[in-house]
């Protein structure tokens, strides 16, 4: 019977089995407890380590390892001991505390962009991840990463996150960048790019327009995580080469670029998350701005300018985020964007149709294109001289002052042609008598104030009360004033000359 068959057996799991059927009661109270902790106490000291046996690895870019491959470990059995699993983790994800809850840092493979990428993630997400990483079997449960994290979770922990920090308690986003800095510059193989598309066609052919592209560009390569507070506008048809310079900046920033913004919304709107990390971005083919009611000014001005962003997305954190961004906007539009007479943040060009429908030409600029291309491209960058560059010292185009032009209001048009006397001081009841129609008294005169002072001088010999343009207006409208309004400016002058001659 099954009692006598194991009465002439010695070992101990047939001991075992014995008393489980003979004393079934003892068996289940006392020896089955004592066996299950005998193999939990096994498996953990196959498995449990001690702190300092994991080798704490920094998060490398440039390292191929990704957070997929510890799925993969995983899956060919090639995790023993925690150790490996939690050293492994140390190399591909961090988190800290956000504003809203914990923000995880995890590095992964983007395959648009062919490279490695650091992302954003929320609790949920970073734990489901982790969750479905099976490991072993510990005599209780099925051990995954996510155990193995929450264990030793004080090794992947941060103050905080900056695109480019020394502060070693802080993860640094900026960790170089894709393609390699040479000893020298091969010129040859950026040649074409250099002095032909971007000289020729993109500044068309303005040499000041050209060194200014240039020293843009190299300032955001080489101040990474700082903004040139401005940004650039290319005007022109399609088919031209635009794309071709832009895309061709944007892989050589490839990890910290965007290259096909389509919408201001994607950069302002509820969903932006789009601009973390960037530090460039390409705006394609904006409307004209009275289509999106004027407010495209003011969204690109926080663009800009501002140094810190709003991140929302959603499945993942909401976060303050550094603002890094420089952007070049791309578009047919003749009206982009609205500009202000005194906006010194923008440099618009309208390119040349140097090589409009040119097929051989772009197929044989797109062949050069390879990884020798773009390192010696970057090299050129980061090597170029700018220690005199200033971002905010924008030339002034055509391109400029026709935008300009357009953005002009009746205050602006009535300086304008009462230049001279605007800067000399104007009497205030001459200035009352120009004002439009359908605007107020209140309104006229406050829109006067942000351009002029109000003061008193001497004219012909009695004290009066004047406008006088202030002087650092004396550049915006040197720079808006056309050669029609220098004329008619100019017109205006001589009969006021004349009259007063007459009167003498």
Known sequence: DRKGRYSSRANAWILTKIIKLHNKEYYETTL?????????????????????????????????????NISEKATRGEYKEEADIATDLTKVIRYYAGESGLVFIIKEYDAQQETNVIRYKTKTNAYEQMHIIRLWDDGKKHITVQDIFEKYSGQYVVEGVRFNSDNPNVFNVFQGFKYDKLEQVDESKIDMFINDLTYGTIAGGNKEVFEYILNW???????????????IILQGLQRIGKNRFTDA?????????????STIEELTGTFNSVVENVM??????????????????QAMKTIITDKTIRINEKNQPRQRAENVINTIIVTNNDYPIQLDNSDGRYLVIKYKAVHRGDHEYFNKLSKGMDKDFYDNLLTFFLNRDISTF?????????????????????????????????????????VSQMKPNNWNERSFKHSILQKCTEQRIYINKARTRVYKLLEENYSVYDDMMSDLDKEEECEEQVKVDDATEYFE
């Open 32 to 68: 089955k407890p004592l066996l299950k902790k005998r193999l939990q106490d096994k498996n953990k000291s196959i498995h449990e380590i001690k702190l300092e046996t994991i080798e704490k690895q920094g998060i490398d870019i440039n390292d191929p390892f990704i957070f997929g």
């Open 217 to 231: 560009i190299a300032f955001i390569a080489q101040n990474a995580g700082q903004k040139t507070r401005t940004a």
């Open 249 to 261: 900046i944007s892989e050589m920033f490839s990890r910290y670029s965007q290259p096909n913004i």
């Open 280 to 297: 460039f971005a390409v705006l394609n083919e904006m409307m004209n701005y009275n289509e999106s009611k004027k407010g495209t000014a």
């Open 390 to 430: 200033d971002p905010t010292d924008i030339p002034m185009t055509d391109a400029k002052k026709q935008l300009l032009n357009v953005s002009r209001t009746p205050v602006d048009d009535i300086i304008i042609k009462n230049y001279k006397k605007f800067k000399d001081g104007i009497p205030i009841s001459e």
